[in-house]
Nanobody, 126 residues
Framework: QVRLVESGGGLVQAGGSLRLSCSGSGLTLSSYAMGWFRQAPGKERELVAATSRGGSTYYADSEKGRFTISRDNAKNTVYLQMNSLKPEDTATYYC????????????????????WGQGTQVTVTS
């Protein structure tokens, strides 16, 4: 069974940190461009961060300097380190994977991703 499994969400106070993890089952994540989207209640899904197979990265403006996306191919895992969290970061966070031959391409379009995880909830209290 092919799937992405997220973990690491939880409840944290504003200013705190969390690290989300995304593991591939039946997927070799080194063959995929990866990303993290989030969706808050009543809002559309938005891209938080993305990385190419080769490690190039993209961040939404509001996340620059606070979030870091990284990958450990040996562990078949992608991470999202989130620092200086704000109440507006509260959302369900989804890991996504897009198969790419090109190691340099960062995928920033929702519809181009092939696989989605089930999501992990992040709640930031003020």
């Amino acid at each position: 069974q092919v799937r992405l499994v997220e973990s690491g969400g939880g409840l944290v106070q504003a200013g705190g940190s969390l690290r989300l993890s995304c593991s591939g089952s039946g997927l070799t994540l080194s063959s995929y461009a990866m990303g993290w989207f989030r969706q808050a209640p009543g809002k559309e899904r938005e891209l938080v961060a993305a990385t190419s197979r080769g490690g190039s990265t993209y961040y939404a403006d509001s996340e620059k300097g606070r979030f870091t996306i990284s990958r450990d191919n040996a562990k078949n895992t992608v991470y999202l380190q989130m620092n200086s969290l704000k109440p507006e970061d509260t959302a369900t966070y989804y890991c996504v994977a897009a198969f790419r031959w090109n190691t340099k391409e960062v995928v920033t379009t929702l519809g181009e991703y092939d696989y989605w995880g089930q999501g992990t909830q992040v709640t930031v209290t003020s």
